[in-house]
């Protein structure tokens, strides 16, 4: 069912119908294939790219799109309800594009963005390590810095896109000193020294691969720092901030297609002499279900309307983040029960649904984090 929205311009409405004509015709029809494969679809990001959807946050002056967040979330929402690994794999685009896009300098942004923003490039952003998943601060990935630029030395974890990637954002340690001791670097991805282990594997997005980097000695050119050193930390804050939107959206978008799949299966399917859509307690699960997930439309185009007036909005993307991806989790275990044993087939989607949901509770941040950057931020302001 498409999902009614209230949108600021007639090229944003135009943005939306294009992304919803490609998602039925090249992005939906390969998802369960694929996905039972683990195939990744790299050339589905070189289309988006040339309709122009991997760039809609960005400055046309790069190649971007001049959109709002508003606009571009609810994209982000329709390719996900499509394909989650496409609508996450967009965001993840996105998130890596966020600091040279917000801190690097014309220079570096002339050099680099416009084939970023295009899809001839993609992206994958680097913070998270085996050690050092949740605590940020705590990573021990090295940069030792010389005359000629910096050599990095460690592991990077949990990496959507490792292994494809054409560029990896890499927070690193310029110096000992916590939280002010990182830096944020834009590496190649055949710059000697970088490989990828063997892909992570899944319980669900298996068309997505999620693999470690390792940094063997990489050598980085001081021009591919992103900000001063030591700023990195707040860097990759500020590009948490947005990635948690775009995980909120895709959230949303997971739970309206597991909605979808259970309002249907729910008419068709006949028991006791009528549709089982006729029975209260179907009827009420689903009530609840379309509650849920407009609520969490709600929350994180809220948070997104923040961002694009220039406002704080970290503690509404930690809520968004929250409630959207708990929101998917009980919204496709509901659609699995409401199908019954086909629920829990391949036969349709919604066990894919439930096992895509359960990774949106934990990357970006897991859920319990999130209550902890809530917590904080009112303590703080209280």
Known sequence: MAVPRTLPTDESRALLDLTRDLTAREIAPRAAPDEADGRFPREVFATLGAAGLLSLPYAEEYGGGAQP??????????????????????????????????FGTPEQRAAHLPAMLGGELL???????????????????????????YTLTGTKAWITHGGVADFYTVLARTSPEGARGISAFLVDARTPGLAAAAPEHKMGMRSSPTAQIHLDGARVAAERRIGAEGQGFSIALAALDCGRLGIAACATGVAQAALDVAADYAQDRTQFGGPIADKQGIRFMLADMATAIEAGRALYLAAARLRDAGLPFGRQAAMAKLFCTDTAMRVTVDAVQILGGYGYTTDFPAERYMREAKCLQIVEGTNQIQRMVIARDLLRKG
């Open 123 to 149: 992206g994958a952003y680097c913070l998270s390590e085996p050690h050092s998943g949740s605590d940020a601060a705590a990573l021990s990935t090295k940069a030792a810095a010389d005359a000629d630029g």
């Open 69 to 102: 967040y508003e606009v571009y979330l609810q994209v982000l929402e329709e390719l996900a309800a499509g394909w989650l690994a496409v609508g996450l794999g967009v965001s993840v685009h996105t998130l890596a594009c966020h600091p040279l896009a917000t």
